[in-house]
């Protein structure tokens, strides 16, 4: 077994600190939860019974893309083939699995969370929810890889929800999302019917996205010569 203070060090470090963000955002309770990140043929992923919101590097364990521990002297996440499996099949960079309190009340008594407001497209538009299973189990774990087609979130039936990004970093920005539009429709259902965005609006959404380059910062283009 690899020295577990040398092999993949900054991503072990890196996925500690995201479960302190997640954490004191509300996302991540007590040891519900996990999330890793993939170097290569390799994974960092969050230790079974670690408090998320106080997690040390130490805490996370390594492991090949079969699940063998090569790095670290403590269990990987029971959900450990979720996240395998996230990766194997969608090429993704980072996992993200919560407990958040909205996501997990939608995902009692939702079907899918409608496109309710444009943002929502950066998680692939609609979010479905996976038909619950016991945790750790593959059928958990084929449930939910089958709701992510086509998104980088899924809620998981009287359980959670799950994120992927190309990075950390994104993958929980996609968290944070997630648990902000699951607030707005809580919100909004207890007002009234929720409006959902036709598939009409949501290409329109996503053209003048690209246009604008939306979500990233912008120089103000030099004053034309005459105007100075």
Not at 206 to 226: K, L
């Amino acid at each position: 077994m690899t020295d577990s203070s040398s092999a993949l060090g900054l991503e072990r470090a890196a996925v500690a600190d995201a479960c302190r963000r997640l954490g004191a955002a509300g996302l991540l309770i007590g040891t519900a939860g996990n999330v890793s990140v993939r170097v290569g043929e390799r994974v960092a992923v969050t230790a079974t019974g670690a408090v998320l919101a106080q997690l040390t590097a130490g805490q996370v364990s390594v492991v090949d893309l079969d699940g063998k521990v090569v790095a670290g002297t403590l269990r990987p996440t029971s959900e450990l083939e979720l996240h395998l499996g996230v990766y194997r099949r969608y090429g993704a960079g980072a996992v993200v699995h919560t407990h958040a309190p909205m996501a997990t009340a939608l995902s009692c008594v939702l079907d899918e969370l409608p496109c309710i407001h444009y943002q929502l497209l950066a998680l692939g538009g609609s979010v479905r929810v996976a038909p619950y299973a016991t945790f750790g189990t593959p059928e958990l774990a084929e449930s939910v890889l089958g709701a992510l087609e086509g998104r980088s979130a899924a809620l998981m039936a009287s359980h959670g929800a799950l994120t992927h990004g190309p990075t950390l970093d994104k993958a929980v920005e996609h968290a944070l999302l997630l648990e902000w539009a699951c607030g707005v429709y809580q919100h909004a259902a207890a007002l009234g019917t929720p409006r959902v965005l036709d598939e009409q609006q949501q290409r329109a959404v996503i053209e003048a996205a690209i246009v604008r380059n939306y979500g990233t910062t912008q120089s103000v283009p030099p004053a034309q010569e005459g105007n100075r």
